[in-house]
T-cell receptor
């Protein structure tokens, strides 16, 4: 168990560019979550996958955002036409499907996005 | 609906002193409650969780929290602060969502400063 990994750890981009982040969850975890954390705030839910199915999307996830989990393993989060307001830490988490462990989400180190 | 309120965005304690971080929650159903710690530029690490078993929950690094239903509180304590405890702490509440997964709502965080 190597934990949840995210790549890249830091991304600086110019406004209007597209960016893509990757999350590799804990291998046996079926559930995967994306969160956004801005300065001075707690993480805010963006979207949830169970295996490859995206089952819920927050209203925070505008049409410029898209997330995929094509084979039920890793996931990508793409932001098109980035805006300065997109600057934040993007966190990925995963959890088990059943039992007591389903209550606990394991977080990756995050990708810090800076839009200039 | 569920929410979490963390009282005090910044808390300072002397090394060796008691740490008390306050958290009140609101939930329409019996909640699951969590405390996470976040070090700079890192993801969240679970300190402890309450899932309707014992009301006094012990976690890692000497932290514990007590679930008090009558006060809707889940305060985090540690008898003696260490310099390594300096970090940001997030209280979170979750409930089983209609989609069959735990929907987690985080507080805004409390930054703990430990003074030598």
């Amino acid at each position: 168990d190597t934990g949840v990994s995210q790549d890249p750890r830091h991304k600086i981009t110019k406004r209007g560019q597209n960016v893509t982040f990757r999350c590799d969850p804990i291998s046996e975890h079926n559930r995967l979550y994306w969160y956004r954390q801005t300065l001075g705030q707690g993480p805010e839910f963006l979207t949830y996958f169970q295996n490859e199915a995206q089952l819920e999307k927050s209203r925070l996830l505008s049409d410029r955002f898209s997330a995929e989990r094509p084979k039920g393993s890793f996931s990508t989060l793409e932001i098109q036409r980035t805006e300065q307001g997109d600057s934040a830490m993007y966190l990925c988490a995963s959890s088990s499907y059943t039992g007591e462990e389903s209550y606990e989400q394991y977080f990756g180190p995050g990708t810090r996005l800076t839009v200039t | 609906a569920q929410s979490v309120t963390q009282l005090g965005s910044h808390v300072s304690v002397s090394e060796g002193a008691l740490v008390l971080l306050r958290c009140n929650y609101s939930s329409s159903v019996p909640p699951y409650l969590f405390w996470y710690v976040q070090y700079p530029n890192q993801g969240l690490q679970l300190l402890l969780k309450y899932t309707s078993a014992a009301t006094l929950v012990k976690g890692i690094n000497g932290f514990e929290a007590e679930f008090k239903k009558s006060e809707t509180s889940f305060h985090l304590t540690k008898p003696s602060a260490h310099m390594s405890d300096a970090a940001e702490y997030f209280c979170a509440v979750s409930r089983l969502n209609s989609g069959g997964y735990q929907k987690v709502t985080f507080g805004t965080g409390t930054k703990l400063q430990v003074i030598p």
